[in-house]
């Protein structure tokens, strides 16, 4: 779906499966491949956007196939913007423990959203925390207009 000839918009809305979750991202990853965004690019929204799938499928809806995850995305020619919802009891992200301290760092877990705000340009949550909103803007490197 397209606003024009340079924005690309994407709405889905899948099961809670990793199957579902990876199709999501692959369609977004092509997209990104086809507007030439540069590799190092390509590599955070990969990491972050799969965090986010993963966080909304395990921990929102806890794998529930009755529950459904949705994915929103809007390309611009410089920045991408992918919103990702579940139906789980939500959660606060400030309560979040630091998983740099000494303490957490064997922890299976818990560095999902740190990730995400590491590897791209802007994260917010909305709907108590049931909403992530991921933006990414496109680096210089390799014919990207910043």
Known sequence: MSDGPHVWNLQRVIVSDGAAAQAVLDEILSELRARQWPASDL?????????ALTNAVVHGNRRDPGKK????CRLLPNELTVTIGDEGPGFDPHQLPDCTQPDRLDAPGGRGVALMRSFMDRVTFSDEGRTVHLTKRRSAARGGRA
């Open 43 to 51: 590599f955070a929204v990969h990491l972050a956007v799969h965090e």
């Open 69 to 72: 995850v949705t994915v929103a």
